[in-house]
């Protein structure tokens, strides 16, 4: 899918609300273009033989996560080693919950956040 938006907020709100009712893995948003409109893509997730969940066998469960940083953390970010950089520490993170035994996760964007109110 492709979405379109006057802004990056618009099409975030749009992948947002994608996201509540299905399971998706989203691309980068393009920098604005001449009018300001971004474009950015999603992939949703199928599965094509659906299994039920089975306590006795163990379970896939994707889960979307945004981490907001304080000022100065990563400072090489969007950059590809950074981003690796993220991913192994959130995947370390996550192989510390108990019972979990495969962790994999990407970078999907990386945003500023507005400045702090004074």
């Known amino acids: ?3 379109d938006g006057p802004s990056p907020v618009e099409v975030d709100r749009l992948m947002a609300l994608l996201n509540s009712g299905a399971e998706i893995i989203s691309g980068m ?17 199928t599965h094509p033989d659906p299994r039920p969940v ?6 896939s469960v994707t889960v979307q ?6 000022r100065g953390a990563f400072p090489h970010l ?16 996550l192989r ?9 996760c990407r970078v999907v964007s ?3 956040l507005p400045a ?3």
């Open 1 to 3: 899918m492709r979405f």
């Open 29 to 45: 948003p393009s920098e604005p273009d001449d009018r300001g409109d971004v474009v950015r893509t999603a992939q949703v997730v």
């Open 54 to 59: 089975s306590p006795e066998n163990g379970m």
């Open 65 to 70: 996560v945004v981490v907001e940083t304080e």
């Open 78 to 93: 969007p950059g590809a080693e950074a981003a690796q950089a993220v991913e192994e520490s959130v995947a370390e993170t």
């Open 96 to 104: 510390a919950l108990p019972q979990v035994r495969q962790v994999s």
């Open 110 to 112: 990386v945003w500023g």
């Open 116 to 118: 702090p109110q004074e």
